[in-house]
């Protein structure tokens, strides 16, 4: 709605919508990104007849007036709880696929289409919404690639990848145990602040992939530790995160022992995920999420002009 | 101040101050229980100046006109956070020792006693406060016991108990990640209610005893289960407790395995770690925490009385 946005025409546009946050991209009809927007109008909190007020806010001045302009949202916009459910796809299958749900809207500018998410029985009941839009992503920026993909995050995910499809994934509650942890449980009072500490993340990785099954021990000596022995909020911090990522790392060993990784995330998470991985002798590629998002994005929408 | 309660003459008052609840005892001088009360002003909201108003209101009326009543406090009243400091003791020691620390108190008919917590460094740096008394006061109930005495709790405690000391022990945060995980995090949206199913936590403990360092990524598998297989609220309950509490056993199998184990704790929860525990082939004899805290207070009491 800026005079700058006005001049852009989008030939669509694309949304990664999740619990927090809902991020935007102009694309124009040669693919180049003409204009990005972020708003922390996430799912979280939101009610369905909130989405598309919140999407207009974000994206009106890029919409020509006399036109229609595709929207493709992923993420958790298409969970039970949000804009209008979008059914998962059973693994294995490619990571996108249709059919694309359509979200109801009521400016005849917009016609938007939330990508599904995937959905496993066995081994275990699991679920993803907006990382297979990464994996595609990834996929799409490494053609051919057979191996893990390792998303980092509140949920984070390692999935099976072979033949463009995704095989096999298992979620980890690795990211929300740590932000639980960090501010609403007891160990809050050593936690200070924003503080780092490589050395005391590096020995609790190694120690909690030697004794795993000791986590809630561990957790506590957090406290102990700062009790008695003047921890500091730092090196608390270093030694929470690591001890939650180590208990994933060990869990997850049959995902990245001998396989080759793709690490797909954020810089300071992903950064840390593969400084964990390196003395396991695993050195993942890198692809930032954001990235991996557009690129599957971009998919899904060659996707819905396809076979229609 | 009700009528009966001023007609309460107590030689000495036991109060257990936790963060989240004070229960206070007025004793006679035989040591029988002439009255009890319940007070919801724990620790956990009460500034230092509030503690001594905060016992009044609950046991003025106990207080003889022209007397000095002793008040013996266990419990995190004695925290840094807390009425007064109260210092650890380190163990190896018996559960209940001198120094105990005088809180302040305006009110001359009060003379307030805290009980020291214990502390340990080696091998893993750990706290108690409260539990020291319970475990003082199932000595006193059993004589003689040597074992391991389990107390189940927001952090539950395993202390290894030998010729009347405390040789070791290790806090474990699982009711705490329980409170958080079924309150706060993704999977309250599948925990509502206050049901419960046996075989589901029955399931769970041996699951989590069987691969305790997947905890993370079977946590999540409660959020795919109730979106993809319909995982009912009780049943997602009682297996988020079993696997958190099946975790903590696979963590503490030295703690219990071949041991004469003294569970002292309140009635459900202590109720579901004997359960866990009788597949495992210990049956631990048990003790309400309550009756516990209130013979080791007796315990406290004496020692005030005797080396001063």
Same mark, same amino acid.
């Given at each position: ?120 029985? =066995? ?5 993803? =919404? ?56 007891? !160990? ?22 030697? =004794? ?84 599957? !994005?971009?998919?899904? =929408? ?7």
């Amino acid at each position: 709605m800026t005079p700058a946005a006005d001049r852009i025409a989008a030939d669509w546009i694309a949304a990664d919508w999740g619990t927090s946050n809902l991020r935007a991209w102009a694309i124009s009809d040669a693919g180049a990104v003409l204009a990005q927007a972020d708003s922390d109008r996430g799912m979280g909190r939101l009610t369905p007849a909130d989405y598309e007020p919140a999407l207009l806010e974000l994206i009106g001045g890029w919409l020509a007036p006399a036109c229609t302009t595709p929207v493709l949202v992923c993420g958790m916009a298409g969970a039970r709880q949000g804009w209008t459910e979008a059914a998962y796809r059973p693994v294995p299958c490619p990571p996108l696929g249709l059919p694309l749900t359509a979200a109801p809207t009521a400016d005849p500018r917009l016609v938007v289409s939330i990508v599904p998410g995937l959905s496993q029985v =066995r081994p275990s009941a699991d679920v993803m =919404r907006g990382e297979e839009t990464q994996i595609a992503g990834a996929l799409a920026r490494h053609p051919g690639f057979d191996g893990v993909v390792c998303l980092p995050g509140t949920h984070s995910k390692w999935a099976e990848v072979s033949a463009g499809e995704v095989v096999s994934f298992r979620s980890f509650m690795t990211g929300e145990l740590f932000d639980l942890l960090a501010t609403q449980s007891v !160990l809050r009072h050593g936690l200070a602040g924003d503080g780092w500490n490589d050395d005391a993340f590096d020995g609790a990785v190694a120690e909690a992939m030697a =004794r795993p099954e000791a986590l809630a021990a561990r957790l506590f000596t957090l406290r102990a530790e700062g009790l008695l022995a003047g921890l500091s909020p730092d090196r608390a911090r270093a030694r929470l995160s690591g001890l939650l990522i180590g208990a994933e790392l060990a869990a997850a060993r049959p995902w990245w022992l001998g396989r080759d990784v793709l690490l797909v995330g954020a810089g300071p998470l992903a950064a840390l995920y593969a400084r964990a991985l390196a003395p396991l002798g695993v050195t993942p590629r890198t692809l930032p999420a954001e990235g991996a998002a557009l690129a599957g !994005l971009a998919q899904a =929408r060659a996707l819905s002009k396809g076979p229609r």
